[in-house]
Nanobody
Framework: QAQLVESGGGLVQAGGSLRLSCAASGRTFSSYTMGWFRQAPGKEREFVAAVLWWRSDMTRYADSVKGRFTISRDNAKNTVYLQMDSLKPEDTAVYYC???????????????WGQGTQVTVSS
């Protein structure tokens, strides 16, 4: 059964960095557009970043993270990464990895979701 498993979350001070990983298993995800979403307490889940299924150099970011976050994928490892730099307290949320087959960006209706990883940024 296909699944996505996130890792790399944690507690970091404002201005610091974290790298999230999303390891896919159960199938090859090279034909899937991969995305990162986040949900802060009391707020709806929101799009963060995505990388296109057939062009790893084609990415899209939410305005709030543009210039600070970088998404990348390693199809050989079936893994997607989110490098987060210059973190702010407002980046605090549970971060979810998602995948949708041959989708546009951001994936509008992911076929798979990870369980989430907590990121907490202290001021």
């Amino acid at each position: 059964q296909a699944q996505l498993v996130e890792s790399g979350g944690g507690l970091v001070q404002a201005g610091g960095s974290l790298r999230l990983s999303c390891a896919a298993s159960g199938r090859t995800f090279s034909s899937y557009t991969m995305g990162w979403f986040r949900q802060a307490p009391g707020k709806e889940r929101e799009f963060v970043a995505a990388v296109l299924w057939w062009r790893s150099d084609m990415t899209r970011y939410a305005d709030s993270v543009k210039g600070r976050f970088t998404i990348s994928r390693d199809n050989a490892k079936n893994t997607v990464y989110l490098q987060m730099d210059s973190l702010k307290p407002e980046d605090t949320a549970v971060y979810y990895c998602a995948a949708q087959y041959q989708s546009i960006m951001p994936p509008p209706a992911p076929d798979y979701w990870g369980q989430g990883t907590q990121v907490t940024v202290s001021s």
